[in-house]
């Protein structure tokens, strides 16, 4: 153990900080050794975590001080927020930098930033196809990160470039619903482009990826996706893959922004720069790099058929 590299896993009871945790963890021979950080290291997913190896320490992204003491002497880190715990970007923001600020005390030789784009930069302020939210943002969870991403700066830091989780369908209430005559149905407003997906446990195993190939990649931005389809080939394959019948209906993103329920502007609004944007967010994104640093990056119809009890329509 002391001769490992020490990762001080930020989310590390999370989906993506959880991934890389279970990556570091799975190759006791890779040299790196996990440090669990939470908020409460006596919740059953820390437990679990100490149980296969991980030193669970406590932290809180709200406080500077915590993350100091939990970054101090490791040898790199792994960055992550939770905008949909609070649904504020300038509080993700100010986490981001205490978390930049901990890991340049700590004297830290490799850091990942998980990041998304500025949305701002696709579109002129006055541009009115979608609202402006919380003041400045157009997709607040994106853009906050990107504002991040200065702070930063200066450290041997990859800017890793997430996708859309696939787990999303289960995890986040966005998989079809069944209707009354049996069709499950799901509702977007993506018109026939492709969303850039991943099945959120590869993101972990890309970032461990990135730290293994030490230099390779710091001061560089990676974005990183499983495979892009349109919702059409997503419902095709879960008709397919669950034995239902699932359908999609295009919707327009002002008509899913007044679906009512928490974040319903914010996800038409990151629905519609996938829309409009389709170019620029997939071009942002490559499979091969991600396959690269992750030999196992499953795809649709692989993550599918791992999480069909999970989906279960
Ligand atoms: N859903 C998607 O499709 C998608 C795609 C790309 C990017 N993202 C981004 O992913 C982020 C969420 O990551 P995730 O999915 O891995 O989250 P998650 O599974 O919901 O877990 C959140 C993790 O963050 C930790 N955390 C939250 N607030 C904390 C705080 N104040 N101090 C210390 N730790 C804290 C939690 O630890 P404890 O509770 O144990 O303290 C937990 O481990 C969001 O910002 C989102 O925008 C999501």
Not at 40 to 51: E, V
Not at 96 to 102: F, H, K, L, P, T
Not at 126 to 148: C, E, I, N, S, W
Request: charge should be neutral; charged fraction near 25%; hydrophobic fraction near 45%.
């Amino acid at each position: 153990m002391a001769d490992k590299k020490v990762i001080a896993v930020v989310g590390a009871t999370g989906a993506q900080g959880g991934g890389l945790a279970r990556a570091i963890l799975a190759d006791p021979s890779g040299g790196f050794a996990c440090r669990a950080i939470t908020r409460d290291p006596s919740k059953d997913k820390a437990q679990a975590l100490a149980r296969e190896g991980a030193v669970v320490v406590q932290a809180d992204l709200d406080d500077a001080d915590s993350l100091k003491k939990a970054f101090a002497g490791a040898y790199g880190a792994y960055c992550v927020t939770n905008f949909w715990e609070h649904f504020s970007a300038e509080k993700e923001t100010a986490q981001a930098r205490n978390m930049a600020e901990a890991a340049k005390a700590a004297g830290l030789k490799q850091v990942i930033w998980s990041t998304l784009e500025d949305t701002r930069k696709l579109m002129s302020p006055g541009d009115t196809r979608m609202p402006m939210l919380q003041d400045k943002y157009r997709v607040p969870h994106f853009d906050g990160k990107a504002d991040a991403d200065a702070f930063f700066a200066g450290l041997p830091v990859t800017y890793l470039v997430t996708s859309f989780y696939w787990d999303n369908l289960y995890a986040f209430g966005v998989g079809p619903k069944k209707g009354p005559d049996g069709v499950y149905g799901w509702a977007f407003p993506m018109a026939d482009r492709r969303l850039a997906g991943i099945a959120v446990e590869d993101i972990g195993k890309v970032a461990y990826g990135l730290f293994k190939s030490g230099a390779q990649y710091v001061g560089k931005t990676v974005g990183i996706a499983g495979e892009f389809l349109t919702v059409d080939q997503m419902s095709e394959k879960l008709s397919k893959g669950l034995g239902v019948s699932v359908k999609y209906t295009a919707v327009e993103a002002d008509a899913y922004r007044a679906f009512g329920f928490p974040g319903a502007d914010e996800m038409g609004n990151m629905f519609q720069v996938y829309r409009d944007f389709e170019k620029e967010v997939l071009g942002a994104r490559n499979v091969d790099v991600a396959r690269s640093l992750n030999p196992s990056l499953q795809t649709f119809d692989q993550w599918l058929a791992q999480n069909k009890d999970k989906i279960a329509l």
